[in-house]
């Protein structure tokens, strides 16, 4: 089955920007949704179709797609973006969905 | 808008099926083309399994993991969603969502979550 891998953590220091990772098996060729999970909240879709923005998403968030490797960046950054994150996609070989292994974001 | 709600027992004993149902309000099921209604689950800590999704027109997939125990329907008439998950043990405890879902546009509407322990 197919795997996305994220890294554990990432720490950014508020104003700068952060950058989180999703890799995959040609991920590029896949379209990747990126979420968000605060503290007891069900996931907030942020990010679709690698890179489009759902209504009420700050512009700070951003995502991009190519090769092997997918990645959210959030422009920025404030306290309130501290969450948990997580990358999807749809497997088209299996008509599955697939989550990342998440990502804890840190403000410093 | 449409919204979605999880509803269930909080506590399912070893070995038992759990059963949970997903209400969808704001909006018919049956009639949201295009869309797959799923459930995910999150363990203690962990992070997100998708588990299955049953597709408007009524067809479902399954995570390979859980297929053989899990099945997904819906009631049209009740404009829900429902999941059984069979012979469960403690790791089957979870926070468990239902969300609303399409191939090129993710998850876009997610229940609240419920909360599910497996525990004698």
């Known amino acids: 089955s197919y795997v996305l891998t994220q890294p554990p953590s990432v720490s950014v220091a508020p104003g700068k920007t952060a950058r989180i990772t999703c890799g995959g098996n040609?991920?590029?060729?896949?379209?990747v949704h990126w979420y968000l999970q605060k503290p007891g909240q069900a996931p907030v879709l942020v990010i679709y179709?690698?890179?489009d923005r759902p209504s009420g998403i700050p512009e700070r968030f951003s995502g991009s797609n190519s090769g092997n490797t997918a990645t959210l960046t959030i422009s920025r950054v404030e306290a309130g973006d501290e969450a948990d994150y997580y990358c999807?996609?749809?497997?088209?070989?299996?008509?599955?969905?697939?989550f990342g292994t998440g990502t804890k974001v840190t403000v410093l | 808008q449409v919204q979605l709600q999880e509803s269930g027992p909080g506590l399912v004993k070893p070995s038992e099926t759990l059963s949970l149902t997903c209400t969808v309000s704001?909006?018919?099921?049956?009639?949201?083309?295009?869309?797959?209604w799923n459930w995910i689950r999150q363990p203690p800590g962990k992070g997100l399994e998708w588990i299955g999704y049953?597709?408007?027109?009524?067809?479902?997939n399954y995570s390979p993991s859980l297929k053989s125990r899990v099945t997904i329907s819906v009631h049209t008439s009740k404009n829900q969603f429902s999941l059984r998950l069979s012979s469960v043990t403690a790791a089957d405890t979870a926070v468990y969502y239902c969300?609303?879902?399409?191939?090129?546009?993710?998850?876009?509407?997610w229940g609240q979550g419920t909360t599910v322990t497996v525990s004698s």
């Open positions: 969300a609303r879902g399409k191939q090129l546009s993710g998850m876009d509407v």
């Open positions: 704001g909006g018919s099921i049956s009639s949201i083309n295009n869309y797959y």
């Open positions: 049953i597709y408007y027109s009524g067809s479902t």
């Open positions: 040609n991920i590029g060729s896949k379209s």
């Open positions: 179709y690698d890179s």
């Open positions: 999807q996609v749809w497997d088209s070989s299996s008509d599955h969905y697939v």
